[in-house]
C-alpha cells in the first residue's frame, strides 16, 4: 500500500517570486483545491480555485490571462522522484527539503515515477477503511527554472540545471474530485490507492 509521507502548502502572500511549500501534518480539500482553518478561518492555497489565469504554460491554446478550468489545484510527485532530483544535481538534501523548495503539495511513499500517470488517473486518499479524499490527474508537471533559484538561495546550490534535471521526473498535476465528502481531508500516513493503473508500472 502507497502512503502519503509528506503534505506541503503554498499560502498566496509571497514577496518572492518562487513559493516554498510549508510541512503540514494534514490539508483539508474541497472543489476549489486545498485549504487549512486558522482560528476559524479558512486559508486557501496559492493554487485554490475553480478557474485560473492562463499563463506561459498555455499559450499554444489560449491568448495570456484567458480564464480556463484550473487543472493545476495541487502537485504531487514521489519520494523516489525527489532523491532522483536530488542526486541528478548532487544536492545532499533530504526529499521532503526538496519538495518544500519545488514548491510540492503532497510527495507519496515510494520508488515510482508518477510523471508518467495517464491523464484522468483517479486517485483516492484513505484513512483506514475510510475515503478521505479523491483528486484526479491531469497532466505530467513540466519543469520549469523557478524552483531552481529557490535551490540557489536557499541551499547555496547551483540550481540552474533543475529544470533539466527534474524533466519527465516532477511528477504530475491534479484537481479535486468532487465527492459526497463534505470535507476532504489528505493527512500525512494516508493510505492512497490509485484506480485503474497498476503502481509497478510505473516503477524508476
Known sequence: MIQTQWIGFSRPNNNKHYHLTESLDKVLLDEGGLYITQDGQKIVERHYGTTALSGTRELKQYPRGTIIDNYRQISAISTGE?????????????????AQLMGINIALEGNYNLSKLPRGTIIRFYHGESLEAEIEVTTENLPCRIPGDAITEITGHDGKYFAKSSYKYRGFV????PTNIPQGKIEVGSDVKLLGVDPNDYIL
Open 174 to 177: 491534479a484537481k479535486v474530485v
Open 82 to 98: 525527489l532523491e532522483l532530483i536530488a542526486c541528478r544535481m548532487k544536492l545532499g538534501i533530504t526529499p521532503q527539503c526538496l
